[in-house]
């Protein structure tokens, strides 16, 4: 019985390790499609002048895949099939910042509202600081993924010490 209990508290400890790893890793690869979407928004939109919507909609899977659902919540919207808010929006995305998310639906909310050269201009702005965002959460994934896997391993190991 001591063992069992000994067995699932470590493995407890390593799960919840692993979650918040998995968290910083969700939002760096997060970021890191946002900003290939806005470069794609500013391409496709200058040279092709083709519709958000469908700069959307084909989208290869890996990107919308890493776009967690975003892609798809902002098309129900274009769709007139649900009201564009935080919560509707960024329905399946719990790993965000506040901060974060008040940019992105700022970003969202102002998409497609203006001719070409002022919304190309403001997809530059949120290229430039989705980067910022980029590059700081590439720094804490390296920083804080490992160390919580780690601290994970050491609860466990703490724990094993503990009951023995």
């Known amino acids: 019985m001591k063992i069992l ?3 699932m508290l470590c493995g407890i400890a390593l799960f919840i390790g692993y979650k918040i790893s ?14 290939m979407l806005c470069q794609k928004f500013d391409v496709e939109m200058n040279y092709s002048k083709e519709r958000i919507k469908n700069i ?7 990107h919308k895949k890493n776009l967690f659902g975003i892609d798809a919540n902002y098309i129900s919207f274009l769709n007139q099939e649900s009201p564009l808010n935080e919560d509707s929006l960024f329905k399946n995305i719990q790993f965000l910042k506040q901060d974060e998310k008040n940019v992105l639906f700022m970003f969202f909310k102002s998409l497609g509202r203006s001719d070409l050269d002022s919304q190309s201009k403001e997809i530059k702005n949120n290229l430039s600081r989705f980067e910022g965002y980029c590059k700081d ?15 994970g391993i050491v609860a466990s190991l703490f724990i094993i010490i503990l009951f023995i």
Request: proline share 0%; hydrophobic share 40%.
């Open 22 to 35: 998995k968290k910083y890793k969700n939002r760096y690869i997060f970021f890191q499609s946002m900003v």
């Open 56 to 62: 959307i909609i084909n989208l290869d899977e890996k």
């Open 5 to 7: 209990l000994i067995a």
């Open 137 to 151: 959460t590439e720094a804490e994934h390296k920083k804080y993924s490992a160390l919580s896997i780690k601290l």
